[in-house]
């Protein structure tokens, strides 16, 4: 009987989040990476399995650091010393988009023992006498952002969808953040068409960061007259029913704060 030692998303060299490791000044995530990893494989030179087959997203980017491929290659090599085999299929994390940019999975070809499928196509690979299926990951594109920054509402709509468009995202996987967008605007959006737009995709993710300081509180509007002032602007603007005299209305309301102020005062 042949024993398979499967494993995948190990996202080495992944990092995140404040936190310091005491011992080597790293990222404690990225260090969590390592440590997991090396964990699975001084497992594996316990176990002895026939083959390691891991299955996608060994590394965390297109473009791992030196320190995550230094780290990787380490760890294959004592592997590869004990003669176990190590399948390594690229997934959508490590698969770069364009062809030019190679891969780092190259890199593997020169270890004794490590099969490495990075073409992005199904591959058969063969180990001694097991056969292992490796399938085309699904292509991920993470889109320049949109950045709302000083476009209108109407120059915003239109970078979102020219965006999505331009992406073409038919039987992609895409992720879109459209950064300060203000609220008001985002409210405003035509989400039905933005499903429209979207709807080739196998998955699309749009994530929006809202401006701050939301135009409702900046500097120009932040002028505040009197709360007199303000009532009669209010009263002006103020759509009531035909019945009701506004006039009157005006004056009651502008004699009660009056009433109140002189209240408070006593
Ligand atoms: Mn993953």
Do not use: W
């Not at 996202?11 to 989040?17: E, F, K, L, R």
């Not at 965390?60 to 294959?76: E, W």
């Not at 429209?196 to 509007?221: C, G, P, Q």
């Amino acid at each position: 009987m042949k024993r398979i030692l499967h494993t995948a998303d190990t996202h080495i060299g992944y990092s995140a989040y404040r936190r310091i490791d005491e011992a080597t000044g790293l990222n404690q995530r990225e260090v969590d990476t390592y440590e997991a990893f090396k964990q699975f494989v001084d497992y594996a030179l316990k176990e002895r399995p026939d083959v390691i087959v891991h299955a996608g997203d060994l590394f965390d980017s297109v473009h791992p650091t030196n320190r995550a491929i230094s780290f990787v290659l380490g760890q294959l090599i004592r592997l590869s010393e004990e003669g176990i085999p190590f399948v390594a299929i690229s997934g959508n994390h490590e698969t770069p988009r364009l062809k030019e940019t190679g891969s780092v999975f190259s890199l593997f070809e020169h270890i004794l023992h490590v099969h490495a499928v990075y073409g992005n196509h199904y591959e058969l690979v063969d180990v001694d006498d097991l056969k292992v299926h490796a399938l085309r990951t699904r292509e991920m594109v993470d889109l320049e952002p949109v950045v709302c920054g000083s476009l209108d509402e109407h120059g915003i709509k239109r970078a979102i969808k020219h965006r999505i468009q331009e992406s073409n995202p038919r039987d992609k996987v895409v992720r879109l953040k459209v950064l300060d967008i203000p609220l008001h605007v985002y409210h405003s959006l035509d989400f039905d068409e933005l499903k429209r737009l979207t709807r080739s995709a196998v998955h699309f993710e749009i994530k929006y960061e809202f401006r701050r300081d939301n135009e409702l509180f900046s500097a120009e509007h932040l002028t505040f007259h009197s709360l007199h002032t303000e009532f009669e602007h209010f009263i002006g603007r103020y759509l009531i029913g035909a019945h009701v005299n506004k006039a009157r209305l005006k004056e009651l309301g502008l004699r009660y704060m009056q009433e109140g102020e002189e209240e408070n005062e006593e």
